[in-house]
């Protein structure tokens, strides 16, 4: 069955860096977009990154730009999040998504609702 299991969550300083993988099966892994996504407690869903199948489409969200690397290995059917420079504000469960094909723009990109099949997450903790 299609599965995507999140892991490298856990305690980090203010400063530190974390890289999250996102390790999928049971579908073709070439052909579908993966996204990260977040969300702290009380808070929506938050779009953090987005890769594209193999053209190398990348995006990010604005609250991560230039802290935050998205890659992915597609021999290994992974996908990596490096976070680097966190903050307390980084805090959240962080998830990983795949869908079919490309969206038509950014801002679907980092929207939950282009997503066809989600992780449980992984806990990251920024201590100030």
């Known amino acids: 069955q299609v599965q995507l299991v999140e892991s490298g969550g856990g305690l980090v300083q203010s400063g530190g860096s974390l890289r999250l993988s996102c390790a999928a099966s049971?579908?073709?892994?070439?052909?579908?977009?993966i996204g990260w996504f977040r969300q702290a407690p009380g808070k929506e869903r938050e779009g953090v990154s987005w890769?594209?199948?193999?053209?190398?489409?990348?995006h990010y969200a604005d609250s991560v730009k230039g802290r935050f690397t998205i890659s992915r290995d597609n021999a290994k059917n992974t996908v990596y999040l490096q976070m680097n420079s966190v903050n307390p504000e980084d805090t959240a469960v962080y998830y990983c998504?795949?869908?079919?094909?490309?969206?038509?723009?950014?801002?679907?990109?980092?929207?939950?609702?282009?997503?066809?099949?989600w992780g449980r997450g992984t806990q990251v903790t920024v201590s100030s």
């Open positions: 049971g579908f073709a892994f070439n052909y579908y977009a």
């Open positions: 998504a795949a869908a079919p094909g490309s969206p038509t723009d950014n801002t679907l990109s980092l929207h939950p609702s282009f997503y066809k099949y």
């Open positions: 890769i594209g199948r193999s053209d190398g489409s990348i």
